[in-house]
């Protein structure tokens, strides 16, 4: 299987507790994305990484949450002092950029997300 | 910022055509995107669509105004399997992030 996956699938933790999650992108990728869904909802932004570098954090995410892309391949995402409204699927997307074109032509291809419950 | 509006919900019969429309309102527009998600599952690439006109494949089509700030998905011949969630991604802003409107859960009745 040469898709995006993500480890665990699914994560029951207490209130209070970290958790991290992983993202294995499609290998040829330079891009990765984490969002965050609830129910009903789209995706919504958290952060993204170009090859190693962490280009953007959302200003929605507090200081709680953390991504790592050490070696421009795998990604982590740490949650601390998990809340329960933290609750949601949390999903990671990678994507490759071409460098030279305008627009950029970019899709992003979705891993099949953790779903995290906090309670 | 970024604004993505589409309906939250419809009903088609198997075998129909329907249309799921997608407004938007963004700074540096570039490029749209629609997925399709079943529930429970990880959001599918089904199209893309930066320059105006109608882009299609296969039972799918997509078409896009630039200039109206509109798009839309055309599913034609229904089947059971298309129920699932549309989701409108508009590419935009700082950085050329990915913005989505919040999903069209699309019911195919018998």
């Known amino acids: 299987d040469t898709g995006v996956s993500q480890n665990p699938r699914h994560k029951i933790t207490k209130r209070g507790q970290n958790v991290t999650f992983r993202c294995d992108p499609i290998?040829?990728?330079?891009?990765l994305y984490w969002y965050r869904q609830t129910l009903g909802q789209g995706p919504e932004f958290l952060t993204y990484?170009?090859?190693?570098?962490?280009?953007?954090k959302s200003r929605l995410l507090s200081d709680r949450f953390s991504a790592e892309r050490p070696k421009g391949s795998f990604s982590t995402l740490e949650i601390q002092r998990t809340e329960q409204g933290d609750s949601a699927m949390y999903l990671c997307?990678?994507?490759?950029?071409?460098?030279?074109?305008?627009?950029?032509?970019?899709?992003?291809?979705f891993g099949p997300g953790t779903r995290l419950l906090v309670l | 910022g970024q604004n993505i509006d589409q309906p939250t919900e419809m009903t088609a019969t198997e075998g129909a055509i329907v249309q799921i429309n997608c407004t938007y309102q963004?700074?540096?527009?570039?490029?749209l995107f629609w997925y399709q998600q079943h529930a429970g599952e990880a959001p599918t690439f089904l199209s893309y669509?930066?320059?105006?006109g109608l882009e299609e494949k296969g039972r799918f089509s997509s078409f896009l105004s630039r200039s109206k700030g509109y798009s839309y998905l055309l599913l034609k011949e229904l089947q059971m399997k298309d129920s699932a969630s549309y989701l409108c991604?508009?590419?935009?802003?700082?950085?050329?992030?990915?913005?989505f409107g919040s999903g069209t859960k699309l019911n195919v009745k018998p």
């Open positions: 963004t700074s540096g527009f570039n490029g």
């Open positions: 669509n930066v320059l105006d």
């Open positions: 997307a990678s994507s490759f950029v071409r460098a030279g074109f305008h627009p950029p032509q970019e899709t992003q291809y």
């Open positions: 991604a508009v590419r935009g802003g700082n950085f050329n992030k990915f913005y």
């Open positions: 990484f170009q090859n190693e570098a962490q280009l953007e």
């Open positions: 290998s040829e990728h330079n891009r």
